[in-house]
């Protein structure tokens, strides 16, 4: 139970990262006019918050199943 919260918690942090990455990147893109560039990592960014938000539901959905039973 406590590994796995690690886990999650590091899968977490990981994404989050990663997203600040994406966010500085399209920054850049749409400053320099990089059109093409900046709608791809609209798209990266967007499946990347997904995936942030794909973790949590699937813990409630545990949780809830515990309650049911």
Do not use: T, W
């Amino acid at each position: 139970m406590i590994a796995q919260h690690y886990n999650s918690i590091h899968v977490k942090n990981n994404l989050l990262k990663q997203i600040e990455i994406k966010e500085n990147q399209l920054k850049i893109a749409q400053e320099s006019n990089l059109l093409y560039v900046a709608e791809g990592l609209q798209n990266e960014l967007l499946k990347l918050q997904c995936e942030l938000s794909e973790p949590q539901d699937a813990e409630i959905q545990a949780l809830m199943s515990l309650l049911d039973d």
